[in-house]
């Protein structure tokens, strides 16, 4: 091997190993930063559901305790949300593409994970189902017993 071929591959190992490590490590470090985080970091306070529906008042349920809740509105829909202790799931619904019953569960450890963040929509029935904390600035509203 020629003497040049070896003073390349000394300069390569030498001087651009340590840039390839920085880059790398930066690399982790932004991925980290970007996928790592699942959001219950800024989960203070006690975790609660918010109710909106059209043509209904907000309700707003602490997530204490099971219970299951069947919510009538217009034009027939019927919707029956599964509350559990720290989180709530749509049980059942007679919409007709049934998208909200495989949005799954929602809780504080997993609301910062899943693609609709800590939200169950129904979209025929205009229904959301949020996770809110009591201690956020945005909830202006007695919690229902």
Do not use: W
């Not at 020629?2 to 591959?9: E, H, K």
């Not at 043509?55 to 034009?75: H, K, P, S």
Request: contains cysteine; hydrophobic residues 45%; charged residues 20%.
């Amino acid at each position: 091997m020629p003497p040049v071929f070896g003073l390349i591959a000394n300069y390569i190992t030498v001087r651009l190993l340590p840039a390839y490590l920085l880059a790398i490590l930066a690399l982790a470090f932004l991925c980290y930063l970007f996928f790592g985080r699942t959001g219950k970091e800024t989960a203070k306070g006690t975790p609660m559901v918010r109710i909106s529906a059209p043509g209904q008042e907000t309700r707003l349920i602490a997530l204490d305790q099971e219970e299951m809740l069947t919510l009538e509105g217009e034009n027939g829909a019927r919707n029956v949300v599964r509350i559990f202790p720290g989180g709530f799931s749509m049980a059942e619904s007679n919409c007709r593409n049934q998208d909200c019953l495989r949005q799954g569960s929602v809780t504080a450890e997993n609301a910062g994970l899943r693609p609709l963040g800590g939200k169950i929509i129904c979209l025929p029935h205009q229904l959301v189902l949020e996770l809110v904390f009591e201690d956020e600035e945005s909830i202006r509203l007695e919690v229902t017993p």
